[in-house]
């Protein structure tokens, strides 16, 4: 994370390292009950904004940050917030490209798109892989190897998952991709956590398996 005197708190904890984490909500009022402190006391500090959402919530996501205080149109002219959709991020050209997103991303969190001596706070909403496109299936494996691309010291990114879309086996597996998870609407450390190389093969595997049945 960027040198920041004040802890930065996300969902009942406060980091002291970096943070990949995946959230996993039931309802949209449960994501925003527990993010929207998170956000907040971004603004209130002055840090940058990052969010990814899907087209059709664009809209109502910026009405709840309005609703919370956010001066939206001062805060994108300025440089504080970044709302981008899936066609922009995830799914470029229609398909997702894991290895493109991984490029995608890291530019747009470096550091110097964040004011000076502020951090970026990043957020993407992850029910595009819920779609039908190709290279969507490659969901966890991109996850996994986001944790290898990350800057060993990097902002807080926050996957935000909605547990009545995704298949239980799915929730599975990209709870063992994260260093930390948000559940119950509490942060905490990633018992099940599996290193990235470690899961990276365990994908091959089964690929190869699937291929050879």
């Known amino acids: 994370m960027s040198n920041e005197s004040k802890p930065v708190h996300v969902a009942g904890s406060a980091?002291?390292?970096?943070?990949h984490a995946c959230a996993f909500f039931h309802t949209k009022e449960e994501e925003y009950r527990v993010l929207l402190p998170f956000i907040m006391e971004g603004f209130e500090r002055g840090d940058k904004a990052f969010h990814i959402v899907s087209p059709e919530h664009r809209a109502a996501h910026l009405a709840r940050l309005a609703d919370a205080g956010v001066d939206i149109d001062g805060a994108e002219a300025a440089g504080q917030l970044e709302v981008l959709d899936w066609r922009q991020t995830y799914l470029q050209d229609g398909r997702f490209d894991q290895h493109l997103m991984i490029d995608t991303l890291l530019k747009m969190i470096?550091?110097?798109?964040?004011?000076?001596?502020k951090m970026s706070r990043n957020i993407a909403n992850m029910e595009w892989a819920l779609e039908d496109r190709p290279g969507v299936d490659d969901i966890v494996e991109y996850e996994a190897r986001l944790n290898q691309a990350l800057p060993a010291q990097h902002n807080p990114v926050i996957c935000t998952y909605d547990l009545s879309q995704f298949d239980a086996d799915v929730v599975i597996d990209i709870m063992r991709t994260h260093p930390m998870v948000i559940i119950?609407?509490?942060?905490?450390?990633?018992?099940?956590?599996?290193?990235?190389?470690?899961m990276l093969q365990e994908i091959a595997a089964r690929k190869d398996a699937a291929v050879a049945a």
């Open 15 to 19: 980091l002291t390292h970096s943070c």
């Open 110 to 117: 470096a550091p110097g798109n964040a004011p000076p001596g």
């Open 184 to 198: 119950g609407g509490i942060l905490q450390e990633n018992p099940f956590f599996v290193p990235a190389e470690q």
